[in-house]
């Protein structure tokens, strides 16, 4: 499967810096706004801790983690609905992606510049949102218009597609986001042709910076607004620091955890220390990562042996057959059955020989519904 996360926020909140982290890719990230105008595309492994268990187990010649890509796209400003700042050419960039990242700064450093002049997590989020909301009713304003004439001829998918375009207009009128309408069975299919920035799935990421005041830590009002927003949209977010993360990034993971150990040792210095270091064991990208994964729908099958071990992607509910394609389309049609066991069960019996004499590797047919986690041999 091929999905994207794009990477989106306010000029100068740190998103070439994160997507740098991310990929180990080098983007411009100078300290001004738009230097990023092309988007830059990276794919990113995802952190799996059971794809090295078992290819420990199986002693694989290789191994290939899951993946995720993360598209870099060039900081917008208000008024970039009405293509302030190159934003209609952001906004289209937006659009091609399956779900948002939105960088939010919750640092203050007076030597990193900011669009407004202050630092306000939760109306940069408003001001990016209503963009993103303003672009996605013009979207809907067109194609209501390009409707009309099958509509008044009473054909029964504009009916449907008009009653989904209104609720959608009234919604997006009202400043909220494509994704608080409910579509019906019949108004999905055209939700989904309509591509809406809004109506993707959101995660909202929290640029902190070592040495710098957080909004996490002093937890001032601004932070506590910030809170409650996440809390009344049920909005999911994750807090990086993506300057640290982007100098530990060609690090190898031993290293990286020293290094924050070090960083971290210094948190306690009332003046001069680093007052925002992660803990040794806290990854902010490589959580944003996993957290992005989930976002998607995206879930994780095994498949191991001496030549290799591979965590193959496929979306939540897919069954046997459906799971089978991610490795070949002709797993779908010649599927047979498939031996299925979970990655621990079968490190904890420690063979496929003991899985099987404790009855614990299954076989399953085209109606199964793979887990997150099982290890499947395909038999076709």
């Not at 230097?35 to 990276?42: A, F, K, L, N, Q």
């Not at 208000?78 to 659009?95: P, V, Y």
């Not at 990208?285 to 001496?306: A, C, Q, S």
């Not at 591979?310 to 797993?331: E, L, M, S, V």
């Amino acid at each position: 499967m091929s999905l994207s996360i794009g990477i989106v926020g306010l000029p100068n909140v740190g998103k070439s810096t994160l997507f740098n982290a991310l990929t180990k890719k080098s983007v411009p990230a100078e300290n001004y706004p738009f230097c990023t105008i092309d988007p830059s595309v990276g794919v990113v492994a995802v952190p799996d801790e059971r794809l090295q268990k078992l290819t420990e187990f199986s002693v694989s010649a290789k191994t290939v983690p899951a993946a995720v890509q993360f598209t870099d796209i060039a900081g917008l400003v208000k008024g970039a609905s009405l293509g302030e700042g190159l934003g209609n050419q952001f906004l289209s960039h937006i659009r091609e992606t399956d779900a948002i990242a939105e960088v939010v700064r919750i640092f203050e450093d007076d030597n990193v510049i900011h669009v407004d002049g202050r630092i306000d997590p939760l109306k940069d989020i408003e001001v990016i949102n209503l963009e993103l909301v303003l672009a996605d009713l013009q979207t809907v304003s067109k194609r209501r218009m390009s409707l009309g004439k099958d509509f008044k001829a009473g054909r029964k998918e504009a009916i449907i597609e008009h009653g989904l375009i209104e609720k959608l207009m009234a919604t997006l009128e009202a400043g909220k986001m494509a994704s608080t309408v409910e579509a019906d069975e019949f108004e999905s299919p055209f939700l989904k042709l309509l591509c809406l920035i809004t109506a993707k799935p959101f995660l909202y990421v929290l640029n902190k910076k070592a040495g710098a005041t957080n909004m996490d830590e002093i937890r001032d009002d601004r932070w506590t607004k910030l809170l409650e927003f996440f809390k009344a949209t049920n909005a999911e977010h994750v807090i990086v620091d993506a300057g640290i993360e982007q100098e530990l990034k060609d690090l190898d993971e031993l290293e990286k955890m020293e290094m924050r150990g070090m960083l971290q040792d210094t948190s306690d210095k009332p003046t001069g220390g680093i007052s925002s270091a992660l803990p040794a064991h806290n990854d902010g990208v490589n959580e944003l990562i996993k957290r992005g994964y989930l976002l998607l729908g995206l879930i994780t099958y095994f498949t191991t042996g001496t030549d290799e071990t591979r965590a193959w992607t496929i979306g939540k509910g897919w069954t046997a057959p459906q799971a089978g394609t991610a490795i070949h389309t002709d797993f779908k049609d010649k599927f047979v059955r498939a031996e299925i066991i979970e990655w621990d069960k079968l490190l904890s019996v420690g063979s496929y020989a003991a899985a099987r004499d404790k009855g614990l590797l299954r076989i399953e047919g085209k109606e199964y519904v793979v887990k997150d986690g099982d290890v499947i041999e395909f038999k076709i």
